[in-house]
């Protein structure tokens, strides 16, 4: 026979792991993105490289992640309090489709500039700009699937003010992709000053 006080400790120590393992993806993701970035600052000194103007779209998706970040906090202190995160995670799960929009809207205005990811026409520096920008996006469809998860099971009522992981979960997620994509974004679009 399980007792109430072993039920919550079996539930206290899934958060945990859950949470552990959370924050090794996120490592891992760190080690792939500031390895990808590295290799970035070294290539730019080979040839068949051009400074590349990012597109304005990029500058909207980058508006559009850090709301997102914005109204998935309110979504878990509307939790925290007692009250449905349903209509903010929907908010923010559309931000992010917003944001994937105009990461495509960028990717087109940079092939109308001439930027192509391959082909004899294209460069170094247009290659691995589509390279880290494709990467980041690839994990924010991570991102959306457990926004749309969350969503769904806050529309069920799943979350409480004392149960609320899997929406703490998802939301460290989403902003370390926030943070990611600021990253990406201020990197390459100060990095020939730098460099």
Not at 7 to 19: D, M, P, V
Not at 79 to 93: E, F, I, N
Not at 141 to 146: D, L, R
Request: proline letters at 1%; hydrophobic letters at 50%.
């Amino acid at each position: 026979m399980t007792s109430e006080s072993s039920i919550s400790e079996e539930q206290l120590n899934k958060e945990k792991a859950g949470r552990m393992l959370m924050w090794l993806g996120i490592a891992a993701m760190v080690i792939f993105f500031g390895g990808l970035t590295s290799a970035y600052i070294v290539r730019m000194n080979g040839g068949n490289w051009k400074d590349i103007r990012l597109p304005y779209e990029f500058y909207i998706s980058t508006a559009l992640i850090l709301f997102s970040s914005l109204t998935m906090n309110m979504a878990i202190a509307g939790v925290k309090k007692g009250r449905s995160g349903t209509a903010l995670l929907s908010l923010t799960l559309l931000l992010g489709c917003g944001f994937a929009l105009f990461q495509f809207l960028g990717w087109r205005d940079l092939t109308h500039s001439g930027i192509y990811f391959t082909g004899k026409q294209s460069i170094a520096s247009g290659q691995y700009l589509y390279v880290l920008t494709w990467a980041h996006l690839m994990h924010l469809v991570g991102g959306i699937i457990s926004l749309i998860w969350v969503s769904i099971r806050s529309s069920q009522g799943e979350y409480s003010p004392s149960n609320y992981n899997g929406l703490r979960i998802s939301s460290i997620f989403w902003h370390f992709l926030d943070f990611l994509w600021v990253y990406l974004f201020l990197f390459l679009l100060f990095i020939r000053y730098l460099a």
